[in-house]
């Protein structure tokens, strides 16, 4: 129980005859020192009443250090940041939040004086789009239940907050899209852009748009996960297709250390996404063909990479891949810098992320089953029917002969019988995809 005390003034050296009052209370068990204490009471009982009251909080579980209580929202952000152990690039894109935008309103205040009311307030401030507000808020709210776990507060503010959104103004205008065609890409594009970028990248685009394959799996993908076999048992026989094994990929982000000092960017290859990230995708029959001749071609260990073997950097893949899609006007020859022709424009506004979404369009128009279609693009099914519905080989056979219909239907309506000068063949009409063997 606690027990209080009188504490005396002094003044000049010496002992007065005015005091107040100080309580001594029983900290929770393994707690250094054993014994608190809080002085400054005018009186006795408020003294004992206010130790008591510690004491309740320390039984009940919801007491907080006296010392962790003062704590700043930067403080502890920086602890949670060193005791995180996360992917290279999400660990990068954390701290960008935290320095560019989180860090410089919220760095020194202390935790227990957030309130909903002024973070809601603080983002909607943020020269962000409103997605990004909403991560910056987010990853407010994962720190501070961090610091409820660490027993710096009793209750996190910002959980299961809905954020106010701009709805006036500019805000309330339609954004431009990034593509400017509705719909989005077109297979047709895909194949455009593949033969102007030439074989080694041009298979990189196909691959993408055919299997859905994130920037960094591709990066990732090596030569020994190619073409692997699928053997899937399905009524009296075994279903084989080809498949492209994705376990791992590159992400290209600024290293940090654990107090969050930049040391400069780097390539680095990291487990996947996730678990429904590890997953192997099946090849449709053109791009096996496509995919062996590379790999025959292709000297290096990783399938898609720059011609010096090393992974592609952001800027260095930008500089190759945009003009294809936005265009370029001619080069004449002159001293010192060689001709280069003229590019009118495929889709100004196309990237890799669009051509993953567009296999994930083409999977809905031909009639993916969830099961597979989710498995394909590498994310987790929600709900239960992820634990009771499989892909099964017929599920799989039509997806591959959809997407081979849908190659080969881009390539007639666009004239095209090759590729990059090489023929390609294509399976006799009303051959079932589904091998038994």
């Not at 690039?89 to 935290?98: A, Q």
């Not at 495929?346 to 809905?364: C, F, K, N, V, W």
Request: charged content about 30%; overall charge positive; some cysteine.
């Amino acid at each position: 129980m606690a027990h209080a005390g009188k504490v005396f003034k002094v003044k000049n050296g010496q002992k007065t005859k005015q005091f107040t009052w100080r309580v001594k209370y029983r900290a929770p068990e393994g707690h250094v020192p054993e014994w608190l204490s809080e002085s400054g009471f005018p009186t006795k009982k408020l003294a004992e009443d206010w130790g008591n009251e510690q004491e309740r909080l320390i039984r009940e579980g919801t007491w907080i250090d006296p010392q962790k209580a003062g704590a700043t929202f930067g403080e502890f952000a920086r602890t949670f940041m060193a005791s995180r152990k996360k992917r290279g690039r999400t660990v990068g894109t954390r701290w960008d939040k935290l320095e560019g935008h989180v860090l410089p309103r919220w760095d020194g205040v202390p935790m227990r004086k957030i309130s909903w009311f002024d973070v809601d307030t603080w983002q909607q401030t943020i020269d962000l789009a409103d997605v990004s507000r909403g991560h910056c808020v987010s990853l407010m709210s994962t720190v501070m239940t961090a610091a409820v776990d660490a027993g710096y507060l009793t209750v996190n503010p910002l959980f299961g907050r809905r954020r106010t959104k701009e709805t006036s103004g500019d805000a309330a205008r339609p954004k431009p899209p990034k593509i400017a065609r509705d719909g989005g890409p077109r297979p047709e594009d895909a194949l455009l852009l593949a033969e102007r970028l030439g074989p080694a990248v041009g298979v990189h685009v196909l691959t993408t748009a055919f299997t859905g394959l994130r920037w960094g799996e591709g990066l990732g993908l090596h030569r020994d996960n190619v073409l692997l076999p699928r053997r899937q048992p399905w009524g009296a026989g075994v279903f084989e297709c080809p498949i492209l094994r994705i376990s791992e990929e590159y992400a290209e982000y600024q290293e940090r250390d654990e107090h969050g000092t930049k040391k400069g960017y780097v390539v680095q290859l990291e487990p996947t996404k996730n678990d429904g990230s590890t997953r192997d995708v099946d090849v449709p029959p053109f791009l096996e063909q496509l995919l062996r001749r590379h790999l025959a071609d292709w000297q290096h260990p990783r399938v898609f990479c720059t011609p010096s073997g090393k992974p592609w950097r952001r800027g260095n893949w930008a500089r190759t891949f945009r003009p294809a899609c936005d265009g370029r006007e001619e080069r004449e020859k002159r001293q010192g810098v060689a001709y280069r022709a003229g590019w009118e424009p495929i889709l100004p506004g196309l990237d890799m992320r669009a051509l993953r979404a567009l296999h994930d369009t083409m999977q809905s128009e031909i009639g993916v089953k969830e099961p597979l279609a989710f498995e394909a693009a590498g994310h987790r099914r929600p709900g239960i029917k992820r634990h009771y519905q499989k892909p099964t080989p017929a599920m799989r056979a039509e997806r591959l002969a959809g997407l081979e219909d849908a190659f080969w239907r881009a390539m007639g309506n666009l004239k095209m019988s090759a590729l990059w000068g090489r023929e390609l063949s294509r399976p006799p009409k009303g051959v079932d995809l589904l091998k038994i063997a």
